[in-house]
C-alpha cells in the first residue's frame, strides 16, 4: 500500500488466490484506493501480462511459495519493460525492527527461537545466481544482510550488456 503513495503508476496487485484477492478488494475499498490498485488473479509462473509491459515488479514474502524459482525470475524478466527493475525478497527492513518482529512472534507462540529466519547464508546466493543465470537476467544484485533477503533485478535496453551478479 506504500506504493500507492507518491506516484501516479497503475499498480497491479497478482495474486494467485480469489480468496486473498477478496480481502485486498475490501481493504482497498476500505481505504479508497480502489482507483489505484487492480486486484489480478494469477500466477507467479505465468504472469498475466504482456511481454515488456511492466515498468516495476515489487514482492514482498512471495518468493518462498514459488514451485519453481527459475520459471518466476524468467516470467518477471519477460513482462518487465527495457528498463524495467525488479525488487523480490523478504525481511523485516533492518535489524532492530526484525529483533522486535521475533520477539512478538515468540510471544505468539508462532515461532521458537526470537532470531531472524529471514537471512539467508552464503549458499543461498550461489544458489540464487544460478537461478538468475537460468532465468535469463541480466543485471542484478543480490542484498543479503539486515534488511533480509532480496533480489533486485534490471532488464536492459541494450542485450549486449554482459550478466553482472552472475560471476
Known amino acids: 500500500m506504500a506504493m500507492t503513495r507518491g506516484t501516479r503508476l497503475k499498480i497491479y496487485a497478482l495474486d ?3 480468496h486473498i484477492l477478496k480481502i ?6 476500505a481505504k479508497g484506493l480502489e482507483h489505484k490498485v487492480k486486484p489480478v488473479l494469477g500466477d507467479v509462473h505465468r504472469i498475466p501480462f504482456q511481454k515488456n509491459s511492466v515498468a516495476l515488479v515489487i514482492s514482498r514474502g512471495s518468493m518462498r511459495f514459488w514451485k519453481n524459482k527459475v520459471i518466476a525470475f524468467k516470467e518477471i524478466v519477460r513482462v518487465l519493460e527495457p528498463g524495467g527493475k525488479a525488487y ?3 525481511g523485516a527492513g533492518n535489524a532492530k525492527l526484525d529483533v522486535q518482529i521475533g520477539e512478538v512472534m515468540v510471544k505468539r507462540g508462532r515461532q521458537k527461537d526470537p532470531r531472524s529466519k529471514r537471512k539467508y547464508g552464503k549458499m543461498h546466493e550461489t544458489v540464487f545466481k544460478n537461478i538468475l543465470r537460468k532465468a535469463g537476467a541480466v543485471s542484478c ?3 543479503n544482510d539486515d534488511s533480509g533477503f532480496w533480489v533486485y533485478l534490471e532488464k536492459r535496453r541494450n542485450r549486449r550488456i554482459a550478466q ?4
Open 16 to 18: 494467485f488466490s480469489w
Open 24 to 29: 485486498a478488494k475490501k481493504y482497498l475499498k
Open 164 to 167: 553482472t551478479c552472475l560471476k
Open 141 to 143: 544484485e543480490i542484498i
Open 88 to 90: 523480490i525478497g523478504g
